[in-house]
Structure formats: C-alpha cells, structure tokens
Nanobody, 123 residues
Framework: VQLVESGGGLVQTGDSLKLSCAFS????????MAWFRQAPGKEREFVAA????????YYQGSVEGRFTVSRDSAKQMAYLQMNSLKPEDTARYYC?????????????????WGQGTQVTVSS
C-alpha cells in the first residue's frame, strides 16, 4: 500500500484547508483511512478516522466540529476538510491505512503511512 498526501500549506487563523490522500497498491474498500498529525517536539497524535463502510467517523476531541473526514471509493481517495483552523493545528499531517481492527485512535493500529503534508496556521 502506498499513501500520498497533498493539500497542505500556510494559512491564517480561521481559514480552511482540505487535505487529500491518494491510496494505491491495495484494496481501498477494505481499509479504514485515518489522519494523524505531528507537531515539532510532540508525539504523533490521532486526528480522525473513517471505516470503509460504517457511517460513523472518529475524531479527536479538539477537532470535532471543525474537521471532517471523508472518502471516495471510486477515486481511492481520503480527505480531511479542516475549517476554523487555529495555530495549534500547525503540524505535519499523515494519512494512515492498514488498520488492525483494534483501536482507531492508536497509531500502533495502522500499518501503512504516507510521508505527510505540512500545515501551518499563522496567528
């Protein structure tokens, strides 16, 4: 499985940004797709996840209501729509797949990772 993120950039507080993750080399419809982020000096943390068929999505508390995770099976893409961005959202954002069925929120639950895309929110 290969994952390639895109869509990051430099924005101002309150702006919106949409990240994309292109999936290849596996069965997209069998994979939960997740987003994590890592700020300098901090551990990589869960942001959001969307299972392949269930209607429920999972979010970290600090982004719930501002971020929306989605997927397009025809395009084999996952997305993270980020609204009302804050400086504390500044981080490198990673797409993940290969969920082992255990804990949606744990980075150890995912076996495949992209290289990440940088999001910087200025105040």
């Amino acid at each position: 499985v290969q994952l390639v993120e895109s869509g990051g950039g430099l924005v101002q507080t309150g702006d919106s940004l949409k990240l994309s993750c292109a999936f290849s080399g596996g069965t997209f419809t069998a994979n939960t797709m997740a987003w994590f982020r890592q700020a300098p000096g901090k551990e990589r943390e869960f942001v959001a996840a969307i299972p392949p068929s269930a209607p429920k999505q999972y979010y970290q508390g600090s982004v719930e209501g501002r971020f929306t995770v989605s997927r397009d099976s025809a395009k084999q893409m996952a997305y993270l729509q980020m609204n009302s961005l804050k400086p504390e959202d500044t981080a490198r954002y990673y797409c993940a797949a290969g969920f082992n069925g255990r804990n949606y929120y744990g980075r150890e639950s995912y076996g495949f990772w992209g290289q990440g895309t940088q999001v910087t929110v200025s105040s």
